[in-house]
């Protein structure tokens, strides 16, 4: 059997970062106290939105749901103008596919709006499996969302692969004891991702399948995946 392939969504397949950083901007207006910078929110990128707000929020339940509200506002109106599909993406998936690979997307977006983004830009057959911050107690960086991936496909850590932008990404595959793949064109920089201990950084996504066909050949330890 190949080995499964776990992808992250936002930052990974789909471009949705002008959407988060323009969603938090909205909601923040009328905040009360020091509101997060462009910076600051994509530092957060990859944790749930309502946890993060709740920070933000300082644990004051009123504040957090109202700034959810205007979040979910805005990126409810502008998701479909303001995703897309990185390029290569559409077309290194359905190779994979075809090629045999199980997949699974791993994502702290609602299970219903990551069902959005896949159908929109056309790949949401692709992928049996959807695991979203709606399915999970625990959110990456724990590894629940890869091992619950895992139980759903039916492999193996040491038959996965997870791939994603995001340290939280990195940190929540390798808890979990799947090979890790961490890509440079989402929200976190290369420098970032080549220091989040990731096992392969890659900088194209076109370099997925040759990665994924060295590992397929070899099964052997991380250091020479």
């Avoid at 506002?73 to 090629?99: F, I, S, W």
Wanted: with cysteine; proline share 6%; hydrophobic share 40%.
């Amino acid at each position: 059997m190949r080995p499964a392939i776990l992808f992250d969504l936002d930052g990974t397949l789909v471009d949705s970062i002008e959407l988060i950083l323009t969603s938090a901007r909205h909601a923040f207006v009328g905040f009360v106290g020091q509101a997060p910078t462009d910076d600051e929110w994509r530092a957060t990128i990859g944790r749930p939105l309502q946890i993060l707000l709740r920070e933000f929020a300082q644990n004051d339940d009123a504040e957090a749901e109202r700034l959810f509200g205007r979040y979910r506002e805005y990126q409810l109106a502008n998701h479909d103008r303001l995703l897309h599909a990185y390029d290569g993406v559409v077309a290194t998936l359905r190779a994979l596919a075809e090629a045999g690979h199980p997949m699974a997307v791993v994502t702290s977006k609602s299970d219903l709006l990551a069902r959005r983004a896949l159908e929109l830009v056309g790949v949401d057959d692709l992928f049996p499996v959807l695991v979203g911050c709606d399915t999970c107690v625990n959110h990456k960086p724990h590894p629940e969302p890869v091992e619950r991936a895992l139980v759903l496909l039916g492999v193996p850590p040491s038959d996965s692969i997870f791939v994603g932008d995001s340290p939280h990404d990195v940190e929540s595959g390798r808890a979990a004891h799947v090979h890790t793949v961490g890509v440079t064109w989402g929200a976190f920089t290369r420098e970032q991702m080549e220091a989040s201990g990731a096992d392969v950084v890659i900088h194209d996504i076109t370099e997925l399948p040759g990665v994924v066909g060295r590992f397929t050949r070899s099964r052997n330890p991380l250091q020479t995946f």
